[in-house]
Every structure is written in C-alpha cells, then in structure tokens.
C-alpha cells in the first residue's frame, strides 16, 4: 500500500504531514510527499527519510491573488494535476491525505479527478479556502472543532513532557518558527518587570531578531533562556508554567497536550482571522486578547491572576494522545471497505 500525503506551506500544516507519515511508516506503509519548491515544504523534508519519495512542484498559491495573477495560478494547477498524474502512474497510489495548503492543490485535484480516495485533515477552527472546496469530495475530513471530532494529531513527546502547573516561576514566549515581531516585542517590554518579580523567562524569538534579543537580556542582567528555534519544543514547555503565543492550530494543541497554560495574541492577519477561533475554541481554558488591545498594564495583570493549576488540570481533558492513530486507523478502515 501507498499513500500521498500532500501540503504546507507552513509549520501548522507541514507538522501534521509528519507526525501523520511517522504513523503510516511505523505500520509498514509507503508515503510519498507532493508538496511545493515555495514556502517550507522543501526545508522541512527535502532531506527527511520519513518518506519513501518526495516531489516539490513549482505551486503557488491562489487565494488573495487578482487579475492576471490569479489566472496564471489556476493554469499552474491545472498542469501540476496533470504533472502529478505522471508522477504517480503506476504506483498504486490508494490514497491521498491532504494537510491543505495551496500546496495541497495539485494532487487534491488529482485524487478527486482520477477517483482516489482523498482524505482532509484541517487544522483551524475556520476551515481553510481549499478543503471547503474539496470537503464535499472527500473520504473523510478530520477536524478537532467539528463533530465527529478527532482528537489533534500531535507529537507524543508533548504528552510526555505535560505536567499540572500550580506556581509561576517561568514563562515562555513562543513566537513560532519564523519568529513573531509582535511576541519579541512585547517580551522585552515586560522582561523587567518579571525579572523583579524573580520569574525567570524562556524566549523562542526566530533568527531574524535573535542577535538583538539575545544582547538585550545580557545587558540588563536578565536571567533568561534566549533560542531562535528548537527541536525540543516539549522539553522547553515543560519548564515554563504559562506561554505567550500566537495561536496557530499547532500551538495551539501542543500547549494543551503539555498542560501549559497560555495566553494567546492571535496574528491579526491570518486568514478569517482564524487565529483567533482557534483560541477562542478553548473556551474558559484560556486567556485571548487581541493584539491592538494589547497593553503592558492588561498583560501584566492577566500573568499575575491567573489561575494556573485550575486551567492546566482543564487542559488535560481537552485533548488525548490518540490523534494519529485514530485519524490514521479511521483512513485505513475507509480504503479497505
């Protein structure tokens, strides 16, 4: 058997491209990864060995795009569909499971065109632009916000490293993979005001502004733990007892599978503003505020009342270590019916 997995782009989808390939691979199944020479898809797996082959086409994507533009991107899926079909042919291909993505395009079509089962799995709470295109035409579409839910795919290291927080000592800004300006920003500002309070920090800041960041806490004599990004993202949640963060899907679930409280400041640019759905799909679990309404005085507030053990006993509940191999056993029963 033969699968596709197909998309990215970002981190969000591109981590449950992996973590579902782990799955397959650890069960004796062949994944071929399609997804696109643009965005991340190449640096995150051009040279991984998760996959039995990988491809990365020149894709690009079509939402926001107008005119001229918008027609060209159309014209390169359509022959990407057709440069997938070659690709594939005679390869026995049984499935293809789409993360989303523009980058998920090309072999999506395919699969719908050629009658393979195509399988979805969306991450935000605002269904993306293409699989609510494509969710009519599929298998099963596998989501942690609408019924039937599935629990979220995630790395089970996260797990591992969860514990029940009671007491502030550390907190950990998490500004994601390419780093978040905003996040970075906002760190050194309160930075000060924490180190007073003897609460030591953890800052994942991204490459671009890690130098500067770095050089500020040394300055002043800050104690904090300064990565531009990590491998071991669960390890460094473990020792941090609330996280600042964006709230991509991601994130989003990681932070709950850890049992880490969180406040989050959804980018105010994403998609749908599907940030912010994502948060708020937590409920009484968690603290949101907006960026624009972001002030030093709320913030500083918000850290010191909030109430740790309650929420991280809560996050517990939200989420079990099954995700993979519910959505990945669900996949396999479907293609053998």
């Not at 894709?59 to 569909?81: A, D, E």
């Not at 972001?294 to 909030?306: C, D, G, R």
Request: glycine share 6%; hydrophobic share 40%.
């Amino acid at each position: 058997m033969c699968i596709v997995i197909t998309g990215g782009g970002t981190g969000g989808h591109l981590i449950i491209a992996k973590v579902i390939a782990c799955e397959l691979k650890n069960r004796g199944i062949k994944t071929i990864f399609i997804g696109s020479s643009n965005g991340q898809d190449k640096s995150w797996f051009e040279n991984s060995d998760i996959f039995h082959e990988k491809y990365f086409l020149k894709s690009s994507g079509v939402v926001n795009k107008k005119g001229f533009k918008k027609i060209f991107s159309l014209f390169n899926i359509i022959t990407q569909i057709f440069e997938v079909r070659k690709i594939l042919k005679n390869k026995n291909i049984k499935a293809v499971f789409s993360v989303g993505g523009y980058s998920a395009a090309p072999a999506s079509f395919w699969a719908v065109l050629f009658k393979i089962p195509l399988f979805i799995h969306e991450q935000n709470a605002f269904t993306g632009k293409l699989n609510k295109l494509l969710k009519p035409f599929s298998k099963a579409f596998y989501s942690s916000y609408e019924k039937p839910n599935f629990n979220y795919p995630i790395n089970l290291e996260f797990f591992k490293a969860s514990r029940i927080r009671k007491n502030l000592k550390t907190i950990l800004f998490m500004g994601g993979s390419q780093g978040a300006s905003f996040i970075n920003s906002l760190a050194l500002n309160l930075a000060k005001d924490l180190h007073n309070k003897n609460i030591k920090i953890i800052h994942q800041c991204g490459k671009k502004e890690f130098d500067k960041i770095k050089a500020f806490y040394d300055e002043n004599k800050i104690d904090a733990l300064v990565v531009d990004f990590s491998n071991d993202m669960p390890n460094l949640m473990n020792k941090a007892d609330l996280c600042i963060s964006r709230s991509g899907a991601s994130s989003l679930w990681e932070l709950c599978a850890n049992n880490l409280p969180a406040i989050f400041i959804p980018f105010p640019y994403a998609a749908n503003d599907h940030q912010f759905y994502n948060a708020k799909f937590l409920g009484n679990n968690t603290k949101i505020i907006r960026q624009d309404r972001v002030s030093k005085e709320e913030i500083l507030t918000e850290i010191f009342n909030y109430d740790l053990e309650k929420t991280s006993l809560n996050l517990k509940e939200l989420t079990k270590e099954n995700g993979c191999k519910e959505i990945v056993d669900d996949m396999i029963n479907k293609i053998k019916k």
